[in-house]
């Protein structure tokens, strides 16, 4: 598998908040000055490659130069990032980066984790967050999130639940609720979220607890249904998925609350003014109703952060949280 691949990413026609943003951006202190990049640590064709593409895209105008994604998988994501944490602290390269990769791969790789995110990298915005939901083959015997609870206490270990990989946020989900549910259900690991709706929509693996890019096209079409949502709360901005019944209903006092979030960090030493210039773009491109309406049908929505330095407060409080994760599921990468 290629594991490296570069798309350059043609001129984007400028709208509205481009219009607004551009002549300051450009004025200021000559930055950007080339061609900029935006590393994406995974493979072409996931939710990251895909909020990645948008972001370059409608990135262009606002900062006046050619913007590439460039995809670099493996380990997890680490090899994207460290790519990205030891470019030249000039502005010029954005990692965007996941949860996983920003506040779990730590605990994940203690011992091989090529960097430290929180040293290493300097935070400048969120962009996306995207909630994990359950889905199983539209020819599942299973019609709710009860029904699959039910047989797996029947049939200890029967179920199999497919995954991203091992300690992705889908595979702590399901490790989360086998563990406040009392059930023991198999997890079956893949590499990257792809090949495991191919084995779900071909009924080799019951269900699926994932983001919900890759399968959204499945489920309009009726190849899959969707069961629950691991956030706390419904997810209201989807109308395929606004019916959905979340944790609060259906684990009430679990406190189970589980969403991918998607963020831009650069080199850590990148000049100050520079990464507010960034996070002013960016913000002002992803908080718009043209950025969200791509986004949305997707399953995934926005979210920007008031300051790099709150960005940076929040990843410091989610380290915590999938510290803890990551612990409670067993799950060690090294």
């Not at 290629?2 to 709208?15: D, K, N, Q, S």
């Not at 481009?18 to 900029?36: D, G, I, K, Y």
């Not at 997890?76 to 990769?101: C, F, M, Q, V, Y």
């Not at 000049?271 to 791509?294: E, M, N, S």
Request: positive net charge; hydrophobic residues 45%; glycine residues 10%.
């Amino acid at each position: 598998m290629t594991l490296r691949r570069r798309a350059l990413l043609g001129a984007a026609a400028t709208f509205p908040a481009a219009a607004l943003v551009a002549p300051h951006v450009a004025r200021a202190q000559a930055f950007p000055s080339r061609t900029m990049r935006i590393v994406v640590p995974f493979a072409p064709g996931g939710s990251v490659d895909m909020t990645g593409r948008l972001l370059a895209q409608m990135l262009q105008p606002v900062l006046g130069q050619t913007i590439v994604v460039d995809n670099r998988g493996g380990a997890g994501g680490n090899l994207g990032a460290a790519e990205a944490a030891r470019a030249e602290k000039d502005g010029h390269t954005l990692l965007l980066g996941s949860a996983s990769i920003l506040a779990a791969n730590k605990f994940l790789y203690r011992k091989s984790m090529p960097i430290d995110p929180i040293t290493d990298l300097a935070p400048v915005t969120r962009v996306t967050t995207g909630t994990v939901f359950m889905t199983v083959n539209a020819n599942s015997p299973y019609k709710s999130f009860q029904d699959v609870i039910e047989a797996a206490r029947k049939n200890p270990g029967k179920l199999t639940m497919g995954s991203s990989g091992t300690g992705t946020v889908s595979h702590l989900t399901i490790s989360k609720v086998c563990k406040v549910t009392g059930v023991d259900i198999t997890h079956v690991p893949y590499r990257g979220g792809a090949p495991a709706v191919q084995d779900l929509l071909a009924g080799n693996i019951d269900m699926m607890f994932d983001v919900i890019p890759l399968a959204m096209g499945h489920v309009r079409e009726g190849k899959l249904r969707v069961l629950a949502a691991a956030s706390a709360d419904r997810v209201a901005y989807a109308p395929e998925l606004k019916d959905v019944p979340a944790m609060k209903e259906l684990l009430p006092g679990s406190g189970i609350d589980m969403q991918s979030w998607y963020g831009v960090n650069v080199p850590a030493g990148t000049p100050a003014d520079r990464i507010a210039l960034l996070h002013k773009a960016i913000t002002g491109v992803v908080d718009t109703a043209d950025f969200r309406a791509k986004m949305e049908p997707n399953g995934f929505t926005t979210v920007v952060d008031a300051s790099p330095e709150a960005y940076g407060t929040y990843l410091k409080a989610q380290e915590k949280t999938w510290e803890a994760l990551v612990t409670e599921s067993g799950a060690n990468l090294d």
